[in-house]
């Protein structure tokens, strides 16, 4: 984690390009803004390949550091979507494919949980849920939490002006001290 340098666009592509690498399953991945309920041009639900994958960027706890740097405790929901059948009972037609999907579910977390790039701090899961869905589909949230800072706000110092220069000279000798008044004294022996 770079302190320097979070933004969390940057957070968002780095977790997508995480997921696309290390879950090949996965047929998208993209911001989340409800989806998963969108019909295309044609009257037709899902307009994007299945299973996908949705990161929404949804909470943040904000701390003020100062200079226009925050820290935030920010809440990423992670949601995976794929179509199903209605039945997944024992022997039912669509309980090979919900548990395949609980398998890329729990995929998903281990390639995300404690997980960390330049730009986010270590991925915690701290919830899991099912979302409603349309019909035929499945849909559950897993929350991670990570720590960020977030320095856009601050100055940017590169450009500042350099400070004038203080002429302090030559620094003076520090005083002597003056020797103590010595009186002598015979040796009587």
């Known amino acids: 984690m770079d302190n320097d340098l979070h933004n969390w666009g940057e957070a968002y ?8 690498q290390q879950v090949p ?22 307009p994007f390949p299945a299973p996908a994958v949705f990161l929404e960027f949804n909470t ?52 995300l949980h404690g997980a960390e790039g330049q730009h986010f701090g270590p991925l915690s899961r701290t919830a899991l849920r099912r979302v409603d869905a349309p019909p035929y589909a499945m849909l559950y949230a897993q929350t991670y939490s990570s720590h960020m800072l977030d320095y856009g706000a601050a100055p940017n110092f590169s450009e500042a002006q350099p400070p004038m220069p203080v002429d302090v000279g030559t620094p003076a000798p520090p005083p002597v001290p003056e020797a103590p008044d010595v ?7």
């Open 25 to 46: 399953d996965i047929k998208h991945v993209d911001l989340y803004h409800r989806q998963e309920v969108a019909v295309d041009d044609d009257g037709n639900w899902i």
């Open 60 to 111: 943040a706890q904000v701390n003020d550091l100062s200079e226009g740097k925050q820290e935030m405790l920010m809440d990423i929901t992670v949601y995976l979507y794929t179509e199903t059948t209605a039945d997944t009972n024992q022997g039912g037609i669509g309980q090979a494919r919900a548990l395949a999907f609980i398998a890329l579910m729990r995929r998903l977390h281990q390639v």
């Open 13 to 20: 592509k780095a977790i997508a390009d995480r997921i696309r």
């Open 183 to 189: 009186r002598l004294y015979p040796f009587v022996g």
